[in-house]
């Protein structure tokens, strides 16, 4: 098994990007154990019920962000890669949809917070003016495009150090919720202006100019991302949903533990994320290769994602209660059962992430809609049933079962191709494609 695994690194092809993917996983793991940390340290210092305001807040803005983002992410990376040429159409089209949709988003949270008034609301709407400045990762997407992700990683090691530095301040100064919100929207607009400057630094000969926003590109792009944004939608909807039930159904303070849970849990999908995002064009050149090859870059990343999910599970398995007793302390030691169970999603997770470029790169985005809203609509159901049967540990099974039913439903039944991939990927095996 040990040569098996140095195969898929020795693979030709694969080294190119891994450079690339280097900075990014660096990047990601210094955000991991600095904002772990640090946001530990946050967590302990508002306590359960604070804790769980704040990521109300948050989960209640997720819902919208998928909406925000248009599922323009992946489409300018795989656009910008087939098609160099036309990089500013892309990119300028890409900016104006997002621009446009920030400020309708903004304005319907204000009207939103107009008519429910409250504490809670307001947090939301002061959250609500991040998506100004997301709109420059489009910035992020050209970077991806270029294999040139360091210079991404830069800006937000820099962002990263005065945000973590101002949390750190405002629990010296016993500040209150209101100032880690605020501080939210300060970190984008730190990283806006990052992304600004390293942008003119290495494309000095963009035109901003009108003639290249489009009804044309416009309508290419969105033709595109529509189904994409729409299974974001399903996705954030899945991520955020129980947060949001919790709240409304319990408490802030078991949604705090909850959130404690999920902090520990999803602090790792970092990973799958960074390595689709670094290996997109690797996919892509290897699709314009032939089936065969293409099929097997799709082998070789999900082999590694899926064994990393195994060797997590085992770890929570073993030494969850430890884990939580060390980090969060003993006012959230009730999150450390429901991490146990939210660890196992990060198996499915961290493959569906292949399973999904793979239809992006395939023009077959519309199932990756149908299979996350048929998630999204159980995790619902059953957040609603089993929270109320089982307090907040019912909306990690809720989590977990949803999953497991959408994964037998898609992958079974309707793609046996899927299923292939996952136990070649599992057992190392050398793979051929057969559609």
Not at 195 to 224: A, N, P
Request: charged share 15%.
């Amino acid at each position: 098994m040990i040569n098996k695994i140095k195969e898929l690194f020795q693979h030709q092809g694969f080294k190119k990007y891994f450079a690339n993917t280097s900075w990014l996983f660096a990047e990601k793991m210094l955000r991991m154990v600095v904002g772990l940390f640090v946001g530990i340290w946050v967590a302990r210092y508002l306590g359960p019920e604070q804790f769980g305001r704040l990521n109300y807040a948050q989960a209640f803005i997720g819902l919208f962000s998928a909406v925000a983002m248009l599922g323009l992410n992946s489409v300018v990376v795989k656009e910008l890669v087939n098609f160099p040429e036309r990089e500013n159409e892309i990119l300028l089209n890409a900016l104006f949809m997002k621009t446009l949709i920030a400020v309708i988003l903004i304005i319907v949270i204000f009207l939103y917070y107009q008519l429910n008034k409250n504490y809670l609301n307001f947090l939301i709407m002061i959250l609500s003016f991040s998506w100004v400045f997301q709109v420059f990762n489009v910035i992020d997407m050209y970077f991806q495009a270029k294999v040139m992700s360091k210079y991404v990683v830069i800006v937000n090691f820099v962002s990263l150090l005065i945000s973590s530095f101002l949390k750190i301040f405002f629990i010296l100064i016993k500040a209150p919720l209101l100032y880690f919100v605020i501080l939210i929207v300060f970190d984008n607009f730190i990283l806006a202006l990052g992304y600004i400057y390293m942008f003119y630094k290495f494309k000095k000969q963009i035109s901003f100019s009108c003639r290249y926003i489009r009804i044309k590109w416009i309508k290419e792009l969105f033709t595109q991302s529509w189904p994409l944004m729409l299974s974001g939608m399903s996705f954030v909807i899945y991520n955020n949903i129980d947060k949001i039930m919790i709240q409304n159904l319990l408490n802030s303070y078991e949604t705090g533990i909850y959130s404690a849970a999920i902090r520990l849990t999803n602090i790792w999908q970092f990973i799958p994320g960074i390595i689709m995002a670094s290996l997109m064009p690797y996919l892509v050149e290897g699709h314009k290769i032939g089936n065969n090859e293409f099929y097997k870059r799709l082998r070789i990343i999900a082999s590694i994602l899926i064994y990393f999910a195994l060797f997590l599970i085992i770890i929570y398995s073993l030494f969850s209660k430890l884990i939580f007793e060390i980090s969060f302390g003993h006012k959230y030691l009730a999150a450390s059962s429901i991490a146990i169970i939210l660890i196992w999603a990060n198996l499915f997770i961290f493959f569906n992430t292949v399973w999904n470029r793979w239809q992006l790169i395939e023009h077959n985005t519309k199932i990756i809609f149908y299979f996350s809203i048929t998630v999204s609509i159980l995790n619902i159901i059953l957040n609603f049933i089993l929270i109320k049967l089982f307090g907040v540990i019912g909306a990690a099974y809720a989590l977990l079962i949803s999953l497991i039913i959408g994964y037998i439903v898609f992958y079974v039944f309707l793609d046996k191709r899927v299923i292939k991939l996952f136990w070649e990927a599992l057992l190392l095996k050398g793979v051929s494609y057969k559609r």
